[in-house]
């Protein structure tokens, strides 16, 4: 019996997904949204938010940083964001940096707003959760001390 009920499943979800119910959906035809937009408009939504300092983890940073340096090259918009995209739901994680002082559980709920917010109206897509992991925080004036130690290096 088991059987039976895993192939009835399937056609009842098709029959509603053929019906164009989904904002995504038409008798015309069906949009798709690849992960890397979900995720480009998440790390951007996400970067509007003040007391965000940066996104990823510390290797993920240092390698943006590297990429800076190189004439032509852009920091991705995605760094530290990761995406689930079905049809017609994402789930976004991000990992962030945030700067010394802010409240985080009012930082949190502010990026949340804000990425359901933007991923919602700019997709279509509904977002089904947005986990943050707060990976470090940015006290001022460590990078002025980092740009003074690499800028006064031993071979000149």
């Known amino acids: 019996m088991t059987n039976s009920t895993a192939t009835k499943a399937p056609s009842q979800s098709s029959q509603v997904e ?28 996400t970067r509007e938010i003040s007391g965000v300092y940066d996104l990823g983890g510390g290797a993920a940073r240092a390698f943006s940083a590297i990429r800076e340096r190189i004439p032509g090259a852009t920091a991705s918009a995605s760094q530290g ?9 994402a789930a976004v994680d991000l990992q962030i940096l945030v700067e010394y002082g802010v409240s985080i559980a ?18 279509g897509l509904e977002v089904v959760e947005v986990n943050i992991n707060v990976s470090d925080v940015h006290i001022p004036g460590d990078d ?9 290096g031993r071979v000149q």
């Open 144 to 152: 002025e001390d980092e740009d003074a130690k690499s800028d006064t």
């Open 106 to 123: 009012d930082l949190s709920r502010a990026v949340r707003r804000n990425v359901i917010g933007a991923v919602e109206q700019i997709t």
């Open 18 to 45: 053929k019906a164009g119910t989904g904002a995504l959906e038409s008798s015309k035809g069906a949009t798709t949204i690849a992960d890397t937009v979900v995720a480009k408009v998440a790390g951007l939504a």
């Open 81 to 89: 964001v990761s995406v689930e995209v079905g049809e017609k739901q």
